[in-house]
């Protein structure tokens, strides 16, 4: 499956109960939209899954998957991925962007020297973050996703320009900005 065509939009977080019902975390902005673009697909795109929420449930959703009736095939799925065919997911506005579409970018300063490459977009409770990695940078950076940290996002040129907060690129030990080694 390429990854262009295919958006992740949750993961089974394995069973719940033992009447093969499983725990699914949605990455969708409305969680329950989940359940309107399927059937969904693993990652490798050779199994496929047909899904109906039950209800809420602590951190996710409680799910019925057609053809998975006991606790040991709901286990057998934990940390399998759901991927929908882009096809089926809504347009978004010109300010706003799916995750996938962002790892992977080149990220440039405003100068337009290489900082690194998007590796990761994550969210802890408090906004989506970009983890930058480049050279310099060892295990990598975190930048807030705002508009004034990334004021510019091409994804037909696949590059985003970042303006981070100051001190942020700073190496503590060389005095220097760790975009410098870029």
């Known amino acids: 499956m390429a990854k262009s065509d295919h958006v992740c939009v949750g993961a089974i977080a394995g069973a719940f109960g033992v009447r093969g019902e499983v725990?699914?975390?949605?990455?969708?902005?409305?969680?329950?939209?989940?359940?309107?673009?399927?059937?969904?697909?693993?990652?490798?795109?050779?199994?496929?899954?047909?899904?109906?929420?039950?209800r809420p449930v602590k951190s996710g959703y409680a799910a019925r998957i057609k053809g998975v009736t006991s606790k040991d095939q709901a286990d057998a799925l934990r940390g399998t991925r759901l991927y929908a065919p882009r096809t089926a997911l809504p347009n978004l506005p010109d300010d706003e962007f799916y995750h996938a579409d962002l790892i992977g970018l080149t990220v440039v300063d405003t100068g337009g020297a290489i900082m690194g490459k998007v590796a990761a977009v994550l969210n802890h409770g408090a906004g989506d973050l970009l983890e930058i990695r480049g050279?310099?940078?060892?295990?990598?950076?975190?930048?807030?996703?705002?508009?004034?940290?990334?004021?510019?996002?091409?994804?037909?040129?696949?590059?985003?320009?970042?303006?981070?907060?100051?001190g942020l690129f700073e190496d503590p030990k060389a005095g220097a900005s760790a975009s410098d080694d870029a």
């Open 135 to 166: 050279k310099g940078l060892g295990s990598g950076v975190l930048v807030p996703f705002t508009q004034a940290a990334v004021p510019t996002i091409d994804l037909t040129a696949k590059r985003l320009i970042l303006d981070p907060p100051d």
């Open 23 to 54: 725990r699914l975390k949605s990455f969708c902005a409305d969680p329950t939209d989940i359940a309107r673009y399927g059937p969904l697909a693993d990652e490798a795109g050779g199994q496929s899954f047909d899904l109906t929420l039950t």
